[in-house]
């Protein structure tokens, strides 16, 4: 049964002029059913260092259709092949905008493993309440 899943996608950092391709990583963990990663490699971050942001794959799934998200990551459409991520911190805003086909391809893969209204049988509810309770 498949577990994880790592999708390649091209995207374009929008935090400067005209842009920079980068590749990043879309993953999903079987075992982390709500959630959604995206990791930057260590070149374009502020400290030379992987970045991985987390997001419910359900904000994902909204943001390819209508404008999506509250705190620190928004996503929505941008223009017919492409959607744009925004990622917010303390130290600035990074844009990026990633092909809306990768995206689905994505996703179609997360919901083939894990289907809507499923996930709590896939969450491990002891390994929540250990994190809940590491962080008192």
Same mark, same amino acid.
């Given at each position: 049964?498949?577990?994880?899943?790592?999708?390649? !996608?091209?995207?374009?950092?929008?935090?400067?002029?005209?842009?920079?391709?980068?590749?990043?990583?879309?993953?999903?963990?079987?075992?982390?059913?709500?959630?959604?990663?995206?990791?930057?490699?260590?070149?374009?971050?502020?400290?030379? %260092?992987? !970045?991985?942001?987390?997001?419910?794959?359900?904000?994902?799934?909204?943001?390819?259709?209508?404008?999506?998200?509250?705190?620190?990551?928004?996503?929505?459409?941008?223009?017919?092949?492409?959607?744009?991520?925004?990622?917010?911190?303390?130290?600035?805003?990074?844009?990026?905008?990633?092909?809306?086909?990768?995206?689905?391809?994505?996703?179609?893969?997360?919901?083939?493993? !894990?289907?809507?209204?499923?996930?709590?049988?896939?969450?491990?509810?002891?390994?929540? !309440? %250990?994190?809940?309770?590491?962080?008192?």
């Amino acid at each position: 049964m498949l577990t994880d899943i790592d999708h390649i !996608v091209r995207a374009r950092l929008r935090s400067g002029p005209g842009g920079r391709e980068i590749t990043a990583t879309l993953r999903y963990r079987r075992d982390d059913p709500l959630a959604a990663r995206i990791t930057f490699p260590a070149e374009v971050s502020l400290d030379g %260092a992987e !970045v991985t942001w987390v997001f419910a794959r359900g904000l994902l799934t909204t943001g390819l259709y209508e404008p999506a998200g509250e705190g620190d990551v928004h996503i929505r459409p941008s223009g017919p092949e492409h959607t744009a991520i925004e990622f917010r911190t303390d130290e600035g805003t990074a844009l990026v905008e990633v092909r809306t086909s990768g995206l689905r391809g994505f996703l179609a893969r997360v919901y083939e493993a !894990v289907p809507p209204g499923q996930e709590l049988r896939h969450l491990d509810m002891d390994a929540v !309440v %250990a994190a809940l309770l590491d962080g008192e």
